[in-house]
């Protein structure tokens, strides 16, 4: 009995220590998915975005400052973790996200991972059908 023990004990020892090991490989090697461009009379990219429930993206969404934009997608925010949010290189860690605004030309950067599958719209506000897209989560 003794000798079934000791192999079962090393077996959840090691399965232990490797968890956090997984853990931190998930947030060091990010996808990158196509940077979105805002910028007025520019429409939005007709092809989906097309993620993977539980690996980690990067996503940059970038304004060239001709008008005042922002960006909207608050179902698809509502069912990702966010690691960090990077504007001008400062690291922001927020609990949830709603949309981002740019007042001038700038580069957000988000790094998530998408939760829950399904299909979620962004949308620029107040703004026509050109301004919408679409994000599938498999």
Known sequence: MKR????????????????PLSAANLVTMAT????????????FPKEPIVLEAGKYYRWKIESDGTSEMAIAAPEFFRFIWINEVVINDIEVRPLGLDSIEF???????????PIRPGEFEY??????????????VK
């Open 103 to 113: 007042d001038d030309g700038g580069a957000a950067v988000l790094s998530f991972v």
């Open 4 to 19: 079934n023990i000791r192999p079962m004990a090393l077996a959840a020892a090691l399965a232990i220590f490797a968890m």
């Open 123 to 136: 949308y620029m506000p107040n703004a026509g059908d050109a301004y919408r897209g679409k994000i599938i």
């Open 32 to 43: 990158d998915v196509p940077p979105l461009m805002l910028s007025a009379g520019k429409a």
